[in-house]
């Protein structure tokens, strides 16, 4: 069964950092790219950073550029967001999911953050 | 990067009748190598995660309803649901996915009962 897990959101002040993470099981996680799609509350869908299968190619959205950065570990099938300077406008349910919608749309349950003093 | 806009913004259908969102993007997501639209369209209810509906524009995802379907190529497509049942009440999404690894939603369209 086909699971994409996220966890490490919360609660934090502006300026500070936090590192989600997103645990994938039952699909090859190597063979494809893993994206972080955020939603802010009551708003629309926004991609926020995606990471190719091997790592090699990162894109950001430009109200993350500088200030997130993607990574993932094929040999523990984990995605990671370090997200650092944060914002109030960062507040959002943060998912992860598989890239390539067509062979297999897996999407975590999302993972809160909170961005407030 | 490319741009997806949703018309309308929300709309409210009676019970069985039909509705339909249209979906434009800024620049054809036809690839003519394959003659695949890089579209897709989601569902998604309050508290969970975006549900695949559609692929390529028109495949319809394993287990859904076939009230649902997409249409379009190129620039334009839409989503129509023949007849609107209860469980439709959510919000849906297209997306391209053109660029590789680059995803683009529109800004959702709700749709309710009327």
């Known amino acids: 069964q086909v699971q994409l897990a996220e966890s490490g959101g919360g609660v934090v002040q502006p300026g500070r950092s936090l590192r989600l993470s997103c645990t994938a099981s039952g699909f090859t996680f190597s063979n494809y790219g893993m994206h972080w799609v955020r939603q802010a509350p009551g708003k629309g869908l926004e991609g926020a950073a995606v990471?190719?299968?091997?790592?090699?190619?990162?894109y950001y959205a430009d109200s993350v550029k500088g200030r997130f950065t993607i990574s993932r570990d094929n040999s523990k099938n984990t995605l990671y967001l370090q997200m650092n300077s944060l914002k109030p406008e960062d507040t959002a349910v943060y998912y992860c999911?598989?890239?390539?919608?067509?062979?297999?749309?897996?999407w975590g349950l999302g993972t809160m953050v909170t961005v407030s003093s | 990067d490319i741009v997806m806009t949703q018309s309308p913004d929300s709309l409210a259908v009676s019970l069985g009748e039909r509705a339909t969102i249209n979906c434009k993007s800024s620049?054809?997501?036809?690839?003519?190598?394959?003659?695949?639209?890089?579209l897709t369209w989601y569902q998604q209810k309050p508290g969970q995660p975006p549900k695949l509906l559609i692929y390529?524009?028109?495949t319809r995802e394993s287990g859904v309803p076939d009230r649902f379907s997409g249409s379009g190529s190129g620039t334009d497509f839409t989503l129509t649901i023949s007849s609107l049942q209860a469980e439709d009440v959510a919000v849906y999404y297209c997306?391209?996915?053109?660029?590789?690894?680059?995803?683009?939603f529109g800004q959702g369209t709700k749709v309710e009962i009327k």
């Open positions: 390529w524009a028109s």
């Open positions: 620049q054809s997501v036809l690839n003519s190598s394959n003659n695949k639209n890089y």
């Open positions: 997306q391209q996915h053109y660029t590789l690894l680059k995803w683009t």
């Open positions: 999911a598989k890239d390539k919608p067509y062979d297999g749309s897996f």
């Open positions: 990471i190719a299968k091997d790592g090699s190619i990162e």
